[in-house]
């Protein structure tokens, strides 16, 4: 069953033609890795989609819902959230506090008023990051600032961030980038365990080939915004 129905994509930013006539369909349940060299515009196809770009042409359709006349705020709440390839933590605040961020884009206004009034609310928002972090496993270091941790750790915090929003497709810009041999494989495990537990579809933009095989079922390979090769690893 298809999840996400993508069609005829164009994206061009003045004279460079980040997208050009990209269509693809991930199905529900998959991880489907796009690949390509810097530049080929797989950063530029997950802004797409989550609605941070909007492309000149083409559909991307989720749900029967078509996102392009969609705003990020609108589609995280249809069940997309994102983590960044340069990271996007606040320094200066503690991992639970980061990861709680993700969990605003949810509040409705009815429940950010139920917070001015309510500890429960907040117990309950504290709770779910918690529960995403022991998922990720640094919920012991909830109460840590996050600048001076390792790398790898900021990693995980950027990837419980966007669990913390419920969704039903996550979008992984280089997970693995960074990371040792240790931490890649920890990574590909954590993937597969976000789609096999969690349930969750994935598309995952990363340059590691052969973390990219073991965990794929499809593979679309860019090449300067155009596709170059798909299908199973
Ligand atoms: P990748 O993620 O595959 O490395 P990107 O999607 O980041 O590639 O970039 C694809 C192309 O689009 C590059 O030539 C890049 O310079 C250009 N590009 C991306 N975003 C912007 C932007 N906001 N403004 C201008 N050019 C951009
Ligand atoms: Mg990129």
């Not at 095989?213 to 199973?232: E, H, P």
């Amino acid at each position: 069953m298809t999840d996400l129905d993508i069609k005829h994509l164009q994206m061009h930013f003045s004279g460079v033609r980040a997208l050009d006539d990209i269509s693809f369909n991930v199905n529900k349940g998959e991880i489907f890795s796009l690949v390509g060299p810097n530049g080929s515009g797989k950063s530029t196809l997950f802004n797409c989609i989550n609605g941070f770009c909007k492309p000149q042409n083409g559909n991307i359709i989720y749900n029967d819902i078509d996102l392009i006349n969609s705003k990020p705020h609108q589609i995280v709440r249809y069940g997309i959230s994102r983590t960044f390839q340069n990271l996007q933590n606040v320094p200066y605040m503690t991992l639970l506090q980061n990861v709680l961020i993700g969990a605003h884009s949810r509040l409705t206004i009815g429940d950010t008023i139920n917070r001015w009034f309510s500890k429960n609310e907040r117990i309950r928002e504290e709770n779910l990051a918690l529960e995403v972090m022991d998922f990720l496993g640094i919920a012991n270091l909830e109460n840590k600032y996050l600048s001076g941790q390792p790398y790898g750790i900021q990693k995980l915090v950027e990837i419980a961030r966007a669990l913390i929003c419920k969704p039903k497709l996550i979008l992984m810009d280089e997970p693995a980038a960074g990371m040792n041999n240790q931490e890649t494989l920890e990574i590909g495990k954590i993937i597969s365990e976000i789609r096999d537990i969690l349930g969750i579809t994935v598309l995952v933009v990363e340059h590691d080939m052969s973390l990219v095989m073991s965990i794929s079922d499809q593979i679309c390979v860019l090449d300067s915004g155009k596709i170059l090769a798909m299908g199973k690893p």
